[in-house]
């Protein structure tokens, strides 16, 4: 069996920090800390968690609040969950996923019980009933979104405003003059914050710049490939040249479909940008430039900032927000004569 001993051997520290590191109980600089999980994972170590949650008053449980309805998009959701669990465990840290459609129910139970040290929030509405519950309890909370009233919270999020502004820019600076938005399922623009500040940006950045737009949804609730297919048609007929798809991979491949049915080709004939991707656009059937969201990026911010509200060096709450990155495919290219 793997003691701490050689786990501080294998990191090259003492005892003691590795203790700190694991516990909790004093800060330990990330990078010391990472050697430190890397090194026990690597030889297989496993603290006694009962003496853990002793000696370092702490349960080593965060509680991961994502409700999931039927009309939910489970690959890019599971993406988040997936991304957060991972971070925590670098951190000697186990999630407690909250799946209730209510999302608020969880969340007052987990604070009520004392039962994890933070609580990350997922899937983040405009008008989010969870701000409240955050105010009011003691535990750190960390919304990996940004409601529209975030004052005093503590949040993550891609900086989707610039990545929409970067997107018009791109179109806009190789000669477009007409671009569509073909978006996310309607539902989300009720429920979610972030598809209505692409939308918002995407409309002022064109109308800025002297560019016309459409914009349209991907369905009412849910995928809609033939919604998706005949918006697209119709910002074709209507003499879009420029195209950015904010959406899922089948909406990406609903959009693709209708510019290969039309003998468009992309990168030659038409401009695609995929704006915000949650997901590896390379499995698309053809390249196109993407500003890509990454879970990783979000989830391992997020749960750095929930460890640090727990120790000596906590700060204010703030919005913290991840530049957006252009990846080049070359499917962005001047309009055709």
């Known amino acids: ?36 999980m890397d090194a026990a994972d690597q030889l297989g170590y496993q603290p006694n968690a009962g003496a ?6 702490r349960t080593h449980i965060f509680a991961l609040t994502e409700p999931l309805r039927l009309d939910t998009h489970a690959p890019t959701h599971m993406n988040f969950v997936l991304a957060a669990s991972i971070a925590a465990r670098r951190s000697d840290y186990d999630i407690l996923l909250l799946t209730d459609e209510q999302a608020s129910a969880g969340m007052r ?33 960390v919304f990996i979104g940004i409601p529209d009233d975030h004052a005093g919270l503590e949040c993550v999020d891609l900086d989707f405003e610039s990545a929409a502004r970067l997107a018009v820019a791109r179109v806009a ?7 569509a938005l073909i978006g996310q399922p309607a539902v989300t623009y009720e429920r979610s914050n972030f598809p209505p500040r692409v939308r918002r940006t995407v409309q002022a950045e064109a109308d800025a710049r002297g560019i016309r ?12 490939a033939i919604q998706t297919a005949d918006a697209t048609r119709r910002a074709l007929d209507a003499g879009a040249t420029a195209v950015l798809v904010h959406g899922s991979d089948e909406t990406h491949r609903t959009v693709l479909s209708v510019l290969d ?7 030659r004939d038409i401009s695609v940008v995929a704006v915000a991707a949650s997901f590896d656009t390379t499995s698309l059937p ?19 900032l929930a460890l640090r509200a727990l120790g000596p060096d906590a700060s204010e709450p703030a919005v913290h927000l991840i530049a957006p990155v252009y990846l080049d495919a070359g499917s962005v290219v001047p309009p055709p004569e």
């Open 52 to 57: 853990r949650m002793l000696a370092g008053s």
């Open 213 to 224: 737009h459409s914009f349209a949804t991907s369905g009412q609730t849910g995928h809609d």
């Open 1 to 36: 069996m793997t003691t701490i001993h050689q786990v501080a051997q294998a990191a090259g520290v003492s005892i003691s920090t590795v203790s700190y590191a694991l516990s909790g109980k004093r800060p330990v600089a990330s990078d010391t800390r990472r050697r430190i």
């Open 173 to 179: 600076d190789a000669g477009h003059r007409h671009v």
């Open 261 to 267: 049915e039309r003998g468009l080709v992309v990168g």
């Open 286 to 304: 053809v390249p196109v430039d993407t500003i890509p969201l990454v879970p990783r990026e979000s989830c391992e911010l997020a749960v750095e």
């Open 109 to 141: 139970r987990v604070a009520a019980t004392d039962l994890v040290d933070a609580i990350l929030v997922l899937d983040v509405a405009p008008d989010d009933e969870r701000v409240e519950i955050a105010r009011s309890i003691d535990i750190p909370t």
